[in-house]
């Protein structure tokens, strides 16, 4: 999906929430549960656009969905394989500022070489 907002480099995130393709949160915990089990089944089967959105979910915390940094590289990873340029810049910010993993400047200048 293209981004709906990019903010510096110092951490704000690519945010796809409001896109006209993204997922909007369900009245319940159960829409939210299914329409993440949904997003995984799709992502798992190799749609980038559905491991993007997982990212942005599991980063955002919503859907209620716990935020969990672990789950935000495996679905980005997923993205940028899949060609996802939001998916690969964000993951170069992680690793470059350190947010929800360790500075690895190696692998942030990869991410931001996939997704120039």
Do not use: C
């Not at 829409?31 to 980063?59: T, W």
């Not at 955002?60 to 990873?77: A, I, L, M, N």
Request: charged share 30%.
């Amino acid at each position: 999906p293209k981004a709906a907002e990019r903010q510096g480099a110092g951490g704000v995130f690519f945010n796809a929430a409001g896109e006209d393709d993204f997922v909007t949160q369900g009245e319940d915990d159960e829409d939210n549960d299914a329409m993440v089990a949904d997003l995984k089944f799709m992502a798992e089967g190799g749609d980038a656009d559905s491991a993007f959105d997982l990212g942005v979910i599991y980063r955002t915390g919503s859907y209620g969905v716990k935020k969990d940094h672990d789950e935000v590289v495996k679905w980005w990873k997923k993205a940028a394989d899949g060609f996802v340029v939001d998916a690969a810049y964000n993951l170069a910010v992680m690793f470059h500022h350190g947010q929800g993993v360790d500075v690895d400047l190696p692998k942030a200048v990869e991410f931001y070489e996939r997704a120039a």
